[in-house]
T-cell receptor, first 117, second 113 residues
Framework: GAVVSQHPSWVICKSGTSVKIECRSLDFQATTMFWYRQFPKQSLMLMATSNEGSKATYEQGVEKDKFLINHASLTLSTLTVTSAHPEDSSFYIC?????????????FGEGSRLTVL | KQEVTQIPAALSVPEGENLVLNCSFTDSAIYNLQWFRQDPGKGLTSLLLIQSSQREQTSGRLNASLDKSSGRSTLYIAASQPGDSATYLCAVIIGAAGNKLTFGGGTRVLVKP
């Protein structure tokens, strides 16, 4: 299957700082990327959908000014958590799909664990 | 709004026993349903994808059934092994537009040797 890489896999930061997480599709062009958030022992909650070259679409309740998403190329999307606070500590996972594959055939990154002190 | 529920939330079985994981969804107008595996602190691995027109999919020891009318899917894992210990998530897509997955809460499985 296709490979999606996330970086960093874990990050610890101080409250008030910003953290950027990258999601790369290594062997295919990802026309659409999705960002999820997962709290301990809970399921994945979709945060936003990003399409290459356009603004991300955020799910209800997700602050777009706090979680900045950029999808500038067909292989890279970034999620920036601005002015992070301890309640932003979570596991963030991206997934990528492409118009050339079946609907629902998504590939997931390994996730990035953010801890805000 | 589509809601996906997985029961039980946790399951512990001795090695060799068959596993039965349940997933239910409230809106039967799904495009497809997928089962994923997630190891602790890791991303998701797709196990099986069932299109809405299909009733089941099989891969090795895994078999997933889909009953759209009743809003249910079941994942069977035959002859469980300790390596099957993980969290299993089901997710559905509504409609052909986009790939927005709605996930269930997952079932944490422990297979004891």
């Amino acid at each position: 299957g296709a490979v999606v890489s996330q970086h960093p896999s874990w990050v610890i930061c101080k409250s008030g700082t910003s953290v950027k997480i990258e999601c790369r599709s290594l062997d295919f062009q990802a026309t659409t990327m999705f960002w999820y958030r997962q709290f301990p022992k809970q399921s994945l909650m979709l945060m936003a959908t990003s399409n290459e070259g356009s603004k991300a679409t955020y799910e209800q309740g997700v602050e777009k000014d706090k979680f900045l998403i950029n999808h500038a190329s067909l292989t890279l999307s970034t999620l920036t958590v601005t002015s992070a606070h301890p309640e932003d500590s979570s596991f963030y996972i991206c997934s990528a799909g492409t118009s050339g594959r079946a609907v629902g055939e998504l590939f997931f990154g390994e996730g990035s664990r953010l801890t805000v002190l | 709004k589509q809601e996906v529920t997985q029961i039980p939330a946790a399951l512990s079985v001795p090695e060799g026993e068959n596993l039965v994981l349940n997933c239910s969804f409230t809106d039967s107008a799904i495009y497809n349903l997928q089962w994923f595996r997630q190891d602790p602190g890791k991303g998701l691995t797709s196990l099986l994808l069932i299109q809405s027109s299909q009733r089941e999919q099989t891969s090795g020891r895994l078999n997933a059934s889909l009953d759209k009318s009743s809003g249910r899917s079941t994942l069977y894992i035959a002859a469980s092994q300790p390596g099957d210990s993980a969290t299993y998530l089901c997710a559905v897509i509504i409609g052909a537009a986009g790939n927005k997955l709605t996930f269930g809460g997952g079932t944490r499985v422990l297979v004891k040797p």
